[in-house]
């Protein structure tokens, strides 16, 4: 008798979290892959989006698009969704009642970080009402909820009580992330210099990363910026000893121009210490650029000893020894630790908790 899995593609058509959108098809691609014999892979996706996966199985398109399908699954309506075996790669999952030991109904579902408990102010107020009740709707009928380190079980517990149905499966890089071949005209159209440090994190954390770059005497260059943030961010810069000409502030860049960005970096610092997956830090590593991060729980159990984790006050140096002497050591360990993270892997334990379940 064979067994089908069906993912929850919910952002084919609407992307409002372009790492979760890539990460989602990445593991779909994983899970085809890895399938255990007489094991199928199919998905559940809005009204009007169309997966082009190649071996997906069935595909059941609902009949809402996702902005209404967020509000129906918010409110615990799934019509039309059907049983058997669900896995979300997000909070994104029709989470109602449902048998799991009679009818073998399992849903699963998985939290990428914490910041609408930790950092609300940086989403908009309905994304963070609607992050919060799909967690509780998760802790009452998923029957277990995926995290992606060790760091976030006791964190999540603060927010909600999973007890032993929390399990670690790790993110990784995009598959196939490498820099493209034309990398140096990529970084000429994004605008960034010659030389330079990548820096992410957010406004209250910026800073060390700033005098970091001056430490090192290169520019900044801050990805992932919110729309409107710039000239805070360029104050935080200022305010740092690194002058404005010599800080530049990107948004979200699709895949080939942040590959072509990163690989260029002298170095990268992580200056956030929220409860995240930390994409562009493994995707620094997959690149073998210098890795300097703050030292907390995530960054320990990701980066480990990948790059430097070092306390805030210490970024600067940090940095600095980066770009100079140790930049060849960094780069080694950077790339031996980004060897730990595969779509594959995380596949293969993804099947594995379903077989469990």
């Known amino acids: 008798m064979s067994a089908q899995l069906r993912v929850v593609l919910d952002q084919l058509a609407q992307v409002v979290s372009p790492d979760i959108a890539w990460a989602s098809l990445d593991l779909t691609g994983g899970l085809i892959a890895t399938a255990p014999r007489d094991c199928t892979v199919g998905a559940i996706v809005p009204a009007g989006a169309k997966p082009r996966i190649r071996g997906l199985g069935d595909v059941r398109a609902l009949g809402l698009q996702r902005r209404e399908l967020a509000a129906s699954w918010q409110l615990g309506m799934a019509p039309g969704v059907g049983g058997g075996m669900i896995h979300a790669p997000s909070l994104m999952a029709p989470l109602v009642k449902h048998d799991r030991v009679h009818d073998m109904d399992q849903t699963v579902v998985t939290l990428w970080d914490l910041n609408a408990w930790e950092a609300p102010e940086t989403m908009a107020k309905p994304a963070v009402t609607?992050?919060?009740?799909?967690?509780?709707?998760?802790?009452?009928?998923?029957?277990?909820?995926?995290?992606?380190?060790?760091a976030f079980v006791d964190r999540l517990e603060a927010y909600a009580r999973?007890?032993?149905?929390?399990?670690?499966?790790?993110?990784?890089?995009?598959?196939?992330?490498?820099?493209?071949?034309?990398?140096?005209?990529?970084?000429?159209a994004v605008g960034v210099p010659s030389e330079y440090v990548v820096i992410t994190g957010d406004r209250v954390s910026y800073?060390?990363?700033?005098?970091?770059?001056?430490?090192?005497?290169?520019?900044?260059?801050?990805?992932?910026?919110?729309?409107?943030?710039e000239p805070a961010v360029v104050?935080?810069?200022?305010?740092?000893g690194l002058p404005e000409r010599r800080v530049h502030v990107r948004g979200r860049l699709d895949e080939a121009d942040r590959a072509a960005v990163l690989a260029g970096a002298s170095a990268y610092a992580a200056t956030s210490a929220l409860s995240a997956w930390p994409w562009r830090a493994v995707e620094a590593m997959t690149l073998g650029v210098p890795v300097v991060a703050v030292d907390d729980e995530v960054h320990r159990d990701v980066i480990a000893d990948g790059g430097a984790l070092v306390a805030d006050s210490d970024i600067p140096d940090a940095v600095a020894d980066a770009v100079a002497g140790g930049n060849a050591r960094y780069r080694v360990i950077a790339g031996d630790r980004s060897r730990a993270f595969s779509?594959?892997?995380?596949?293969?334990?993804?099947?594995a908790l379903h077989a469990e379940l």
């Not at 779509?343 to 099947?351: F, L, Q």
């Open 130 to 150: 609607w992050y919060r009740s799909m967690l509780r709707r998760a802790a009452k009928h998923a029957d277990a909820i995926v995290v992606p380190s060790h």
């Open 162 to 188: 999973f007890g032993d149905r929390v399990r670690v499966i790790a993110g990784a890089a995009p598959t196939g992330f490498a820099a493209p071949t034309d990398a140096d005209a990529r970084r000429t």
């Open 207 to 229: 800073e060390s990363g700033f005098r970091g770059a001056v430490a090192a005497g290169t520019d900044a260059v801050v990805l992932d910026s919110p729309e409107g943030a």
């Open 235 to 240: 104050e935080a810069a200022s305010a740092a």
């Open 343 to 351: 779509w594959a892997s995380s596949a293969e334990r993804v099947w």
